[in-house]
């Protein structure tokens, strides 16, 4: 709303509002296949339609990733401080980058959303078509191949912006501890607002750590079928999409202006 009254925004707020959007995204894409699957089950025998839906799942969460992974960067080059070259160099460009950044992941998040056209969610896309499987064995096999092909491709998709991701959050909270360490040894009060600030940054980076690190963890189990014990749909999602949804009510919870 504010994007759109102003018709600007910094480029942190640029970066939270795609960040928003593209999380919003994933949650109606799937509320809408999950709706498809309950009361429209005979759509989903459509291997275009199925193939196409998981492209669209896939490139949403992709998406969401990536655009994760430009705020920690961003947030790591406009706090550190380190004197290397490559940090200089980032640090005076990094705001006229971020919105090609997100272009760019747009871009790798199609390429790399599109090999699951060929691997869908349901097994009648990869069963011969001359033969029905003949016993138990069989079709445990055949889920078995589906899903550790899909959870490779899976994984050259996720784990690329997650391992920067990783490397931006630990370079950021090593900063900010030795940071808050220095300002407590000149003798700074412990309710200091530069103190407290920092603080405040460190707990928050330390939890986007911890939910980013749970949500990839639940969606490769979802996606090497892990999770496929648990009978109840509706329970995989909610332990796959919380980690999303507790850091953005977190987000919106630790800033006055949304409070407000």
Known sequence: MKWKRLKSLETCDKILSSLAIS???????????????????????????LSTVNILNLFI?????????????????????????????LKTRISTMAPWLIQVSLLISLISSLPFGWYGYDSK????????????????????????????????GSYPPFII????????????????????????????????????????????LLLQIMFLICASLSMSGKLLFLKV???????????????SLYMVASSSELRK
């Open 165 to 208: 991701f990783c490397v931006a959050n630990f370079l950021l909270i090593h900063f900010l501890l030795m940071h808050t360490r220095r300002m407590r040894s000149n003798g700074s009060h412990n309710r200091s607002p530069n103190l407290q600030s920092h603080f405040s940054a460190l707990k928050s980076m330390s939890l986007f």
């Open 23 to 49: 999380r919003g995204l994933n949650y109606f894409s799937i509320i809408i296949q999950n709706s498809i699957f309950q009361f429209l089950p005979w759509l989903m025998q459509n291997n275009i339609l």
């Open 61 to 89: 969460y992709y998406s969401s990733f990536w655009i994760a992974t430009i705020l920690c960067v961003f947030y790591c080059v406009r706090i550190v401080t380190y004197n290397y070259k490559l940090f200089v160099f």
């Open 233 to 247: 749909p509706y329970l995989i999602l909610i332990i796959l999409y919380s980690p999303p949804l507790f850091h």
């Open 125 to 156: 896309v990869r069963v011969p078509s001359n033969g029905s499987i003949e016993n138990v064995t069989d079709y445990r096999e055949a889920m078995a191949e589906i899903y550790f092909e899909r959870f490779w491709i899976f994984a050259v």
